[in-house]
């Protein structure tokens, strides 16, 4: 199970941690990414944490702006969202996540309920 928390009302530019608490795996075996939805928007992946060196995929859109990390002692992994932008505005979920060679995107499996992030401009 993973859950995120953290999200809230934000002002453009400024920045926020969010939360992801896992449990009922081994989490450290496991790479941990986040994903957002807009309204009215589908999927967008975000980032992917490996499991092992730290090494993480940020989409291009985030770049530069998100960092994520983990705890793996407290089965924990935070994404640091700064300099916010109201396009950023949606529900983030955190996920086991896994490179796809068929299509060199990111997929997102067993993620829980989401945080809500709103940028007011």
């Known amino acids: 199970q993973l859950q995120a928390s953290g999200g809230g009302l934000v002002q453009a530019g400024g920045s926020r941690r969010l939360s992801c608490a896992a449990s009922?795996?081994?989490?450290?075996?496991?790479?941990i990414g986040w994903f957002r939805q807009a309204p009215g928007k589908g999927r967008e992946g975000v980032s992917c944490?490996?499991?092992?060196?730290?090494?993480?995929y940020y989409a291009d859109s985030v770049k530069g702006r998100f960092t994520s990390s983990r705890d793996n002692a407290k089965s924990t992994v935070y994404l640091q969202v700064n300099s916010l932008k109201p396009e950023d505005t949606a529900v983030y979920y955190c996920?086991?996540?896994?490179?796809?060679?068929?299509?060199?995107?990111?997929?997102?499996?067993?993620w829980g309920q989401g945080t809500l992030v709103t940028v007011s401009s």
């Open positions: 996920a086991q996540c896994r490179y796809s060679d068929y299509d060199g995107g990111y997929e997102y499996d067993h």
């Open positions: 009922g795996f081994t989490f450290d075996a496991y790479a």
């Open positions: 944490i490996s499991s092992s060196d730290g090494s993480t």
